[in-house]
């Protein structure tokens, strides 16, 4: 069972920086995509960005040129840059590891969830 536990989130003005860590035990994932959804209140869990097992990613029209998501293998780990945050970035964020090396397989696991708040 692969477990996913993100840190890194909490609350930060507009115009501010995030980083977010998704470490993921009882696996390797060094062979699967990962990415990271988000939450708002009253919305729908919607896509942010997502990385092959090679390191070729896809973002979100929203955070194109602002998020930029990175990953370790050699840690289990990957990495949510967040820059220039808006107060539309407000969400909780999930980590997910897909069901295969492509971001095309979808999520099969997802972390508890971490809050960013963004003010205004």
């Known amino acids: 069972q692969v477990q996913l536990v993100e840190s890194g989130g909490g609350l930060v003005q507009a115009g501010g920086s995030l980083r977010l860590s998704c470490t993921a035990s009882g696996r390797s994932l060094g062979n699967y995509a990962m990415g990271w959804f988000r939450q708002a209140p009253g919305k729908e869990r919607e896509f942010v960005v997502a990385i092959s097992w090679s390191g070729g990613d896809t973002y979100a029209d929203s955070v194109k040129g602002r998020f930029t998501i990175s990953r370790d293998n050699a840690k289990n780990t990957n990495y949510l840059q967040m820059n220039s945050l808006k107060p539309e970035d407000t969400a909780v964020y999930y980590c997910?590891?897909?069901?295969?090396?492509?971001?095309?397989?979808?999520?099969?696991?997802w972390g508890q969830g971490t809050q960013v708040t963004v003010s205004s």
């Open positions: 997910a590891v897909y069901r295969g090396a492509s971001i095309f397989t979808g999520p099969r696991y």
